[in-house]
Structure formats: C-alpha cells, structure tokens
C-alpha cells in the first residue's frame, strides 16, 4: 500500500535504497536496526524475527548483524529479508 | 581375482578411464562395443575377451598375444577379411556363459608390456574400418561398467571423476551420512547433487505430499500421473534418485521432538525448512553434537513489480556454532512481510551454494577463507562470505 509515510524516515540526508526504495539518511552512519525500520516503517513485524542485511556500494560490500553499524555513502544499496524460505 | 580387479591395475584403470566398457569375469577381461566390420561391410559391435594373468588381485604382463573375440570375423572397409588377425576361428566356451567365435593373433617383436596395450591395439586394427565409414563408432564410450563390482554406492561406475582424473578427491566425500530436511524446494536441488556424490548414505526427512506448487521448484519435471498419486515427497525423490544412488532411505515424517535424536548420528544435516520451530529444535539439539549443520534459506519480495531477495546458507560446525544467530527461529506466521515467494532458480542456486559450502569442509573443494555464512543479494547480485575462520 503506497502512502507518504512510507518515505517519512528523513527527508533529507544521504540518498540510500532499501529493499529497492528510494531513501534519505542524515546520519553519517547507520545501525542494523535502523536499516531494518527503514525498510519496514511501520510497526516492527516481528520482533523475534532474525533479518538478514545485506549492502553494497561499489566495492565496499558485506552483511550487517544486530549491534553493527557502517558509514552511510551516497547509492548504498540495503536489501532486508528474514532468509527462512526452502 | 579380487573385488576391486580394475582400480588396482593401472593397465585396465587406464583403460576404463579411457571410456572401454570393461568388464573382468572370472579371470577374463571382456571388453564390449567394439565396433567392426562384416563381410557385408555393415558396421556391428563386438567384443574382445582376454584371460588376464595376474600377480596377486593385479593384473601381470599379458602372457600371450592372442586375444578372443565375440562376432563376425572382422573386415576392412571393402568387406574383405583383415588377414592380419587370423588365427582361429571355432566358437570356444571359456567359461560359463562366455562363449567366443574367433581368435586373432597379432603379435608385436616384444610380447604386449601391458592389457592397455594390449586392448588399444587389437581396437585399433579391428575399429578402425568401422570408423572410416561411421565416424561416430568407437569403442571409447564412457559408458561404464555393466555390474561394476567396484562400487558399492553407485548403479553405474562415476566416470565423469575417473576421466577427469578427480577419483581421489571425489573420494573425499565417501563413507559420509548426509540427512537433508526437508525435500519442498532447496532441499530437493540438495538431494539432486549430493546424490551424484558417493556418500554412504543420504537420509531424507520431510511429512509432507508433493503437491503442484512443489514440482515448478524441483529438479527435473514431475508428469500429472506423479501428482495425481500424491506420494510422500521423500518416496517420490527416491524413486528418481535411487536410480543413480543406491542408498537413498526415505523418511515421509517431519522432525519433531520424537525422532530429532536420529540426526545426531549424521556426519552432515542440510536443514532446508521453512519453520522456525523444528529448526530451533534441530539446532539446540544437534549443538552438542559432532554433526555439521548447514541451514539454507531465502526471502523474496516483489517491488514495483520485479523480484528483489538474499539466498543464505548458514553453516555450524562442532568448532562454531554461535553462527547459529544468524539462523531465523522465528515462527513463519503470516503477515504483510511474510511472503513465500520461492523460485526455482534461487532454491537451485541456495542448494548449489550450501553443497559447495559442505564440499569446502571436506576438503573437496579449496576453502582459503572458511567463510561460515553466505548470502547472494539478488538485486545487487552480491555474494558476500561472513564469520570466517581466522
């Protein structure tokens, strides 16, 4: 469902996508956490839900877990899913 | 002569590496389609059969240079007798069920060192007018062994590893029980693989009935009449699989707290469910054990009308088990998030990325970097490996 709040995280800052969404972010770095509410903005699904966080941005690569962080750079890319599918 | 005649003589490893199909009976080394030609110049296959003298369970110098063979008497290209063979040609019971027609005889200055040579060169005289007018007859099939004593996993002998001369580190996987749970999607692509690996065995769990939706993420292509029967998903992999592999057991029930025990004894459990709580069962189980758990999973959204995702494969080892952290334990419910898309391209690629993770570990596959986590971002198509071992 398409509605403005889906934007609301900060409208201003350092363009990010999550989860193929455009973003603004207007710390200098960004915690797993926050990724995660960035990409679903309202209420948490599931709180127990173990999320897996994935960014890219050129070269600069990897996966954050609960408790990390990194620099925010602008066109990082976030993809956040809860991997339990087989 | 020994059960293991061909692997311990170099001269017929050689051979079977080489594409012969071999058989040895007895003390008779048979080697079958061996295409010749006739009086009526037709291409027909036959087979040559030599006793083979041995030194123990290995073969020795060939102690004659005649040879038998099961046939016409082979010709040239015109249909005329190749002369050069002749030597006998009386049908001879050599033994039990092994009747031959002929014998040839040629006979280079120093004897045959060896059954590679001698076998090439009989070949080569006999096939080679066969070849000048079929250029697809040859005697190097890689067909493999009919009843191939050799192998005690397989229906029919790997010789993809033999001709790439890769036996001894395909050998690295055998003697390994392997249990993959859940056979729905990823789980079924696992089988597809680790089937053509000689495991000792390979134990399938999962309660549930291959449905439609099942068959459009699973190996090869199920017929209607395959769901029409609705069979057990673990009966109906079986029944394929066991055509290559021949100790496959199926286990049509899911893992609960009655039989989770069973896993304990495995060398390598792939976990490839969708529920949160037979996982965590598993995982606080097995913690304590010395099986190597490797957890596979996907999430898959749909934005703006493309398919955006991350394929993991999570891997425990008795050395490093907090990586099961990263491993969601979570009750699947339902909810605006909780999509289950899966597709088939992705639960083969999260198979392929688990089973190379499990040939990393036993040393198949070169590992510099013992990543212990791995995901493949889709939209990004990013591999990235995690908790390494430093």
Same mark, same amino acid.
């Given at each position: 469902m398409a509605n403005s709040n889906e934007h609301i995280a900060q409208d201003h800052g350092t363009p990010i996508v999550v989860n193929g969404r455009p973003k603004k972010w207007a710390g200098e770095t960004i915690t797993f956490e926050q990724v995660v509410n960035l990409a679903f903005p309202h209420a948490p699904p599931n709180p127990n839900t173990v999320y897996t966080v994935t960014y890219k941005k050129g070269g600069d690569q990897g996966s954050l877990v609960a408790g990390g962080s990194i620099?925010?750079?602008?066109?990082?890319?976030?993809?956040?899913?809860? *991997?339990?599918?087989? | 002569?020994?059960?293991?005649?061909?692997?311990?003589?170099?001269?017929?490893?050689?051979?079977?590496?080489?594409?012969?199909?071999?058989?040895?009976?007895?003390?008779?080394?048979?080697?079958?389609?061996?295409? $010749?030609?006739?009086?009526?110049?037709?291409? =027909?296959?036959?087979?040559?059969?030599?006793?083979?003298?041995?030194?123990?369970?290995? *073969?020795?110098?060939?102690?004659?240079?005649?040879? !038998?063979?099961?046939? @016409?008497?082979?010709?040239?290209?015109?249909?005329?007798?190749? &002369?050069?063979?002749?030597?006998?040609?009386?049908?001879?019971?050599?033994?039990?069920?092994?009747?031959?027609?002929?014998?040839?005889?040629?006979?280079?200055?120093?004897?045959?060192?060896?059954?590679?040579? =001698?076998? *090439?060169?009989?070949?080569?005289?006999?096939?080679?007018?066969? &070849?000048?007018?079929?250029?697809?007859?040859?005697?190097?099939?890689?067909?493999?062994?009919?009843?191939?004593?050799?192998?005690?996993?397989? @229906? $029919?002998?790997?010789? !993809?590893?033999?001709?790439?001369?890769? *036996?001894?580190?395909?050998?690295?996987?055998?003697?390994?029980?392997?249990?993959?749970?859940?056979?729905?999607?990823?789980?079924?692509?696992?089988?597809?693989?680790?089937?053509?690996?000689?495991?000792?065995?390979?134990?399938?769990?999962?309660?549930?009935?291959?449905?439609?939706?099942?068959?459009?993420?699973?190996?090869?292509?199920?017929?209607?009449?395959?769901?029409?029967?609705?069979?057990? =998903?673990?009966?109906?992999?079986?029944?394929? $699989?066991?055509?290559?592999?021949k100790r496959i057991q199926s286990h049509p029930v899911f893992i609960d707290g009655n039989n989770v025990g069973e896993l304990s004894s495995m060398d390598f459990v792939f976990v490839c469910i969708d529920n949160g709580e037979p996982r965590k069962l598993i995982f606080d189980r097995l913690e304590t054990s010395t099986a190597t758990l490797i957890d596979v999973g996907m999430g898959v959204f749909a934005v703006e009308g493309k398919l955006h995702g991350i394929a993991r494969a999570t891997c425990s080892t008795p050395g490093m088990r907090h990586v099961a952290s990263k491993v969601p334990f979570s009750d699947g419910s339902a909810d605006e998030y909780n999509t289950n898309i899966q597709i088939a391209d992705l639960n083969t690629l999260n198979a392929v990325l688990a089973v190379i993770k499990w040939k990393k570990l036993c040393g198949f596959y070169a590992d510099l970097e013992g990543e212990h986590h791995i995901t493949y971002t889709l939209d990004v198509n990013m591999l990235v490996g995690d908790d390494r071992e430093t």
């Open positions: 620099a925010v750079k602008p066109g990082t890319i976030f993809n956040v899913t809860a *991997t339990d599918k087989s | 002569m020994s059960p293991r005649p061909i692997s311990r003589s170099p001269d017929l490893t050689r051979l079977r590496e080489e594409g012969y199909e071999l058989e040895v009976r007895d003390a008779f080394l048979i080697v079958r389609h061996v295409p $010749y030609v006739n009086g009526s110049k037709e291409v =027909k296959l036959g087979c040559l059969v030599t006793a083979l003298s041995q030194a123990g369970d290995q *073969t020795a110098r060939p102690d004659t240079h005649v040879i !038998n063979f099961i046939g @016409e008497f082979p010709c040239n290209r015109d249909g005329s007798p190749i &002369e050069q063979l002749r030597h006998q040609s009386s049908q001879q019971t050599l033994a039990p069920g092994l009747v031959v027609d002929h014998s040839f005889s040629n006979k280079p200055a120093q004897g045959y060192a060896d059954y590679y040579e =001698k076998i *090439t060169t009989y070949v080569r005289i006999i096939s080679s007018p066969a &070849e000048a007018i079929d250029r697809s007859a040859t005697a190097r099939t890689f067909a493999g062994s009919p009843d191939d004593e050799e192998d005690p996993v397989f @229906e $029919y002998s790997d010789t !993809n590893s033999s001709r790439a001369e890769i *036996t001894a580190i395909s050998a690295k996987l055998r003697g390994l029980s392997i249990a993959i749970v859940g056979l729905g999607g990823t789980g079924a692509y696992v089988l597809d693989q680790v089937a053509k690996t000689p495991v000792r065995d390979i134990h399938l769990f999962d309660g549930d009935i291959l449905q439609n939706h099942n068959a459009f993420r699973s190996p090869g292509a199920a017929s209607r009449t395959d769901l029409q029967q609705r069979p057990f =998903k673990t009966d109906y992999f079986k029944a394929i $699989y066991s055509r290559m592999h």
